[in-house]
């Protein structure tokens, strides 16, 4: 049984999902604005991680993750969701693009992404433009609750009306207001409440109607809305960075009780930051690497994986070049064990790893331990290693299977064993120029052939991954 970081309750919590084998589990997904960035991937990769655990576990795990395809409210660097500039419009209007051409490119990118780090699809990725009715219902609910007023068009949600509003941040109403820094909007009653629709001012690009007015949604609403729609009034986990602990999840809690009356979340599990030279790596500060950067230095996307896996998710993170050579060395380490393995004859007795196939998964299900589980790997390594210089037998069978486990709980990929049939490269060669040349077509027939001789091709961030079927 596993035991996670609960930060509502601030400890480590037996994880038991409300109904049985099953898991709802909804994970705040990309603002659809820019590349994600390496820390925005160690974010992704941690809910990975954690599914997958969790489906290792035996558990069937129901994923969402949403698309913020409406320009948030808030820079990073503000604590109110509020304030602030639309990113996502200034970008259209600098890009001459519309913000859903914008969404829709980067709402690509970021797919491509995700199956270059080999994270496993969300069930469904709802888009927030899709869910506006969905929104306006909630908040008519939470107006006609008490919770949320209107003012000159603009729908604001009252946090005194909500008595627990704090309780996961720690920020309690008091000591928000000793230390208040925040825009000021001239509507609020009171200094931290927050924005549940605004009027659109003139020139702002994407808006809705709605019973209050010509606008768009708050940025926390939409998290509220599509959770319900999708896993239902109660989550088992939520997930997201630590920067979402407040205001975001907040007052999601404050949206989604306020409306149901029910518990919102049963875990919230949040990520550390990841650092550059000692600051947060971020979209608005400029100082970020994308997986292009990184595989552009001659490293792959599964060297990434291995970087964070050897942290802690709830420790902050550094990134440092030196730091992902030492990972590419270990997921080196592994790979030719687990290639040296499949080449070994086969034996049916002697070492099966099953003791430290144990201690993986134990380091794995305490609140997700996965430097430790990694320490375990690569002594297992170690000790398969130094029994097959020795000619000790192992049962190699048994042995395949466990990093067969291993790989799949820890979401890496195995290199490709065998070199691709001539035939195929050339096929996958002609795809790639048929891509650079925008000829979707011609690409799309290169797929058919190759997928006809056996072989799947996926599209990544990082180009075609070719596996056989
Ligand atoms: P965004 O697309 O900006 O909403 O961020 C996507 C995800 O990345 C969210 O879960 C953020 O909390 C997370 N995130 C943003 N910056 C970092 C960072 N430097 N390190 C780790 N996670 C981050
Ligand atoms: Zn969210």
């Known amino acids: 049984m596993a035991v996670f970081y609960n930060t509502l309750g601030k400890n480590k919590q037996v994880f038991v999902p409300l109904n049985p084998g099953k898991v709802g589990m909804y994970v705040c997904g990309p603002t659809v604005y820019d590349y994600a960035h390496v820390g925005n991937i160690r974010a992704y990769v941690f809910s990975d991680i954690l599914r997958r655990v969790l489906e290792d576990e035996g558990y069937e795990v129901r994923m969402i993750k949403n698309i913020t395809d409406v320009g948030h409210?808030?820079?990073?660097?503000?604590?109110?969701?509020?304030?602030?500039?639309?990113?996502?419009i200034t970008k259209a209007l600098k890009e001459k693009k519309t913000p859903l051409e914008i969404a829709?490119?980067?709402?690509d990118y970021f797919h491509g992404m995700e199956k270059a780090m080999n994270i496993l699809p969300a069930h469904y990725f709802p888009r927030a433009t899709k869910h506006i009715q969905e929104i306006i219902r909630m908040i008519e609910?939470?107006?006609?609750?008490g919770h949320a007023y209107e003012a000159n068009g603009n729908v604001f949600y009252d946090v005194t009306t909500f008595s627990t509003y704090g309780n996961?941040?720690?920020?309690?109403l008091e000591n928000l207001q000793a230390g208040a820094r925040l825009e000021e909007h001239p509507d609020k009653r009171n200094a931290w409440d927050f924005a549940l629709w605004l009027k659109a001012p003139e020139g702002h690009i994407m808006h809705w109607s709605s019973p209050w007015s010509e606008g768009y949604p708050g940025w926390h609403i939409e998290c509220?809305?599509?959770?319900?729609?999708y896993l239902g009034d109660t989550l088992d986990i939520h997930t997201g960075g630590e920067d979402h602990i407040f205001p975001h999840h907040e007052a999601e809690i404050a949206q989604s009780e306020g409306t149901t009356d029910k518990l919102f979340s049963r875990f919230f599990l949040h990520v550390r930051h990841m650092l550059i030279d000692g600051e947060k790596m971020s979209k608005s500060k400029g100082n970020f690497y994308t997986l292009e950067d990184i595989v552009e230095k001659g490293y792959e996307a599964m060297d990434l994986r291995m970087l964070f896996l050897g942290a802690h998710y709830r420790s902050q993170m550094n990134f440092t070049w030196d730091a992902l050579s030492q990972a590419k060395k270990n997921r080196e380490t592994l790979e030719n064990t687990r290639q040296r393995l499949s080449r070994a004859s086969i034996q049916a007795a002697g070492f099966r790893g099953d003791a430290e196939l144990l201690k993986i998964r134990e380091a794995l299900q305490?609140?997700?331990?996965?430097?430790?589980?990694?320490?375990?790997?690569?002594?297992?390594?170690?000790?398969?290693?130094?029994?097959?210089d020795a000619g000790e037998s192992l049962d190699t069978a048994r042995l395949i299977l466990v990093f067969q486990i291993i790989y799949t709980v820890l979401g890496l990929r195995e290199s490709n064993e065998e070199a691709l049939p001539e035939e195929i490269?050339?096929?996958v060669e002609k795809r790639k120029q048929a891509r650079l040349d925008k000829d979707f077509a011609l690409?799309?027939?290169?797929?058919?052939?190759?997928?006809?001789?056996?072989?799947?091709?996926?599209?990544?961030?990082?180009g075609q991954i070719v596996n056989k079927k």
């Open 141 to 145: 609910t939470l107006i006609a609750r």
């Open 443 to 462: 690409s799309d027939t290169l797929r058919d052939e190759i997928g006809a001789l056996g072989y799947k091709v996926e599209d990544t961030t990082t």
């Open 104 to 107: 829709l490119f980067y709402e």
């Open 168 to 172: 996961l941040s720690g920020n309690k």
């Open 224 to 229: 509220s809305a599509m959770s319900q729609e």
């Open 366 to 388: 305490d609140d997700l331990n996965t430097p430790l589980a990694l320490t375990h790997i690569l002594e297992l390594c170690k000790t398969i290693n130094t029994k097959l």
């Open 425 to 427: 490269v050339a096929l």
């Open 73 to 88: 409210l808030t820079n990073d660097d503000l604590v109110q969701g509020d304030s602030g500039e639309d990113k996502m």
